[in-house]
């Protein structure tokens, strides 16, 4: 396996090389490059200074807050549709039409409504993490084990108890692969709207990086966030693989 | 569709309408400031009055050109280097873990960078919308290569075929269902990264449209062009699936 992980380190480490040796052989002074050692160093005076982790907080907050608020609405709507099969038809038309609106044309009316900071951002992050969330555990309750259910009829469960005891404890596996999509979806737009408009967090830093002409803290910043992207992912990953082993092995698609 | 199926339709259409009609009363009553929330009969005369100026029509075109351009040329050239990338072990053991790598990065970080080297103007928009829509393909193919019935390769061999027919009569049809998807995905991210390249860059188009709108508080302007971006968002992803039903039928009887 030690080859396959050399194999894997060349290519990046190369090019960075490569592209270190030119930059400085030309003297490379440029507004969108700089020689990835600039960076480094760039990327090192953020962190001692603070201002790249108070960035990542704020990014952060903002994601899962509206990870938190948009997958509760569709995990509770997912399992009522999920359960009520004619709830479901019935509503397929008003989600159908809801759904397909790209979650960044929220963008305005979340900013007159809400206005610049927290809120605003939470909100268009929350309902870009409903449908997934939606999607996935409508499908994972339909599939609960039909004997499963028949059991909590013999048992006279309460429909309470029933969504408690029964169904969501024979779904969570599956309900955990869509919230394990939702965020990185909700990481994804967090940032977007704050390149876009949002004067927070790291997409609203590495614009003011790229406005003030500083390549390398840019680059940085694309470097770091790049970083929290594949954190976020590889730890989501080994989390669903610790706790639910091979019940978690579906198909990924929403 | 079955009578019951229909039936079924039809009522959720009246769901959705009842919908609209609470909304409706809730505009009417002024439960909420029409600042924010104009009713849907505002909501559509907007939309009309875009449209009989033209006005709306050429936003709705811009929007459309930045989204097709980008995700065009993501596609040809996704496919192409997940072809080449995915026909070859060595390509693929040392250029796939780099692509992994970089597959969870929000795309749309890229974007201060194209600003950077392009400036605000329709390059930019172009590399952005086609960096961040190439993902999902590129990774499709490279995967679907790998995917490939190792006997079809053997055949192959036996049959004396080129490199290349062999990537055209065996590979691609073979990783088709996963290109498709992915550039079903693609399509959605196109349009999303072309509504944050207007509005950033202030290049014509909905998303710059929406922006003006709202900095006005023209809301019945606005949610016109939410609804049209929705519009957009729905039509094209169903465009995708008539295409993925119409390449891939012939499959439904091998599997």
């Known amino acids: 396996m030690m080859a396959d992980r050399v194999k894997a380190l060349a290519l990046p480490v190369s090019l960075l090389l490569i592209f270190e040796i030119w930059a400085r052989s030309v003297h490379l002074h440029s507004d969108s490059l700089a020689p990835p050692s600039a960076i480094v160093v760039a990327l090192w005076s953020a962190l001692a200074d603070g201002a790249i982790l108070t960035a990542t907080r704020d990014t952060l907050l903002s994601a899962f807050a509206g990870l938190f608020l948009g997958g509760s609405i569709g995990l509770a709507l997912g399992i009522l549709l999920g359960l009520l099969q004619p709830v479901d038809r019935l509503m397929e038309v008003t989600i159908e039409a809801i759904r397909p609106i790209p979650s960044i044309a929220l963008l305005p009316i979340a900013l007159i409504a809400l206005g610049f900071g927290y809120r605003m951002e939470i909100a268009i992050v929350g309902f870009a993490c409903v449908w997934p969330v939606?999607?996935?555990?409508?499908?994972?309750?339909?599939?609960?084990?039909?004997?499963?259910?028949?059991?909590?009829?013999?048992?006279?469960?309460?429909?309470?108890d029933?969504?408690?005891?029964?169904?969501?404890?024979?779904?969570?596996?599956?309900?955990?692969?869509?919230?394990?999509?939702?965020?990185?979806?909700?990481?994804?737009?967090?940032?977007t709207v704050e390149i876009a408009i949002n004067p927070i967090g790291l997409g609203a830093a590495i614009m003011a990086a790229q406005q003030g002409l500083q390549?390398?803290?840019?680059?940085?910043?694309?470097?770091?966030?790049?970083?929290?992207?594949?954190?976020?992912?590889?730890?989501?990953?080994?989390?669903?693989?610790?706790?639910?082993?091979?019940?978690?092995?579906?198909?990924?698609d929403a | 569709m079955t009578r019951s199926a229909v039936y079924w339709r039809i009522a959720s259409f009246l769901v959705a309408a009842g919908f609209v009609g609470l909304w409706q009363l809730i505009a009417n009553l002024k439960l909420i400031s029409q600042v924010y929330l104009p009713g849907p009969d505002r909501a559509w005369a907007a939309l009309v009055r875009g449209f009989t100026s033209g006005d709306l029509a050429s936003k709705l075109l811009g929007t459309l050109e930045h989204m097709v351009y980008g995700w065009f040329l993501a596609s040809v050239a996704g496919i192409a280097l997940g072809a080449v990338i995915g026909s070859s072990r060595a390509a693929r053991s040392y250029i796939a873990p780099s692509l992994e790598f970089l597959r969870p990065l929000p795309v749309s970080a890229i974007i201060?960078?194209?600003?950077?080297?392009?400036?605000?103007?329709?390059?930019?928009?172009?590399?952005?919308?086609?960096?961040?829509?190439?993902?999902?393909?590129?990774?499709?193919?490279?995967?679907?290569?790998a995917a490939v019935e190792p006997r079809l390769y053997e055949v192959a061999r036996s049959l004396q075929m080129s490199r290349l027919a062999v990537i055209f009569k065996i590979a691609l049809p073979s990783a088709a269902p996963d290109i498709l998807a992915g550039m079903r995905l693609s399509l959605?991210?196109?349009?999303?990264?072309?509504?944050?390249?207007?509005?950033?860059?202030?290049?014509d188009g909905l998303g710059h449209s929406v922006l003006l709108s709202a900095r006005a508080f023209r809301s019945a302007d606005l949610f016109a062009g939410v609804i049209l971006l929705g519009v957009i968002g729905y039509l094209t992803s169903l465009m995708m699936s008539y295409a993925e039903s119409r390449l891939l039928g012939y499959r439904r009887g091998i599997r």
């Open chain 2, 188 to 203: 959605t991210v196109a349009l999303i990264l072309s509504v944050v390249c207007e509005i950033l860059a202030g290049l």
């Open chain 1, 215 to 252: 390549a390398d803290l840019m680059l940085a910043y694309l470097f770091w966030i790049g970083l929290i992207g594949f954190g976020l992912n590889a730890g989501l990953n080994l989390m669903q693989a610790r706790l639910f082993g091979r019940a978690a092995l579906v198909r990924d």
């Open chain 1, 134 to 160: 939606l999607i996935l555990t409508r499908a994972a309750v339909r599939e609960v084990e039909p004997r499963l259910m028949e059991v909590s009829h013999a048992l006279r469960l309460s429909p309470a």
């Open chain 2, 112 to 145: 201060p960078v194209a600003i950077a080297m392009f400036g605000l103007t329709q390059a930019m928009a172009l590399f952005v919308i086609s960096f961040g829509a190439i993902w999902p393909m590129l990774l499709a193919t490279v995967h679907g290569f």
């Open chain 1, 162 to 191: 029933r969504v408690r005891k029964i169904v969501v404890p024979a779904a969570l596996p599956r309900i955990f692969v869509a919230f394990r999509l939702a965020a990185g979806i909700a990481l994804i737009v967090a940032v």
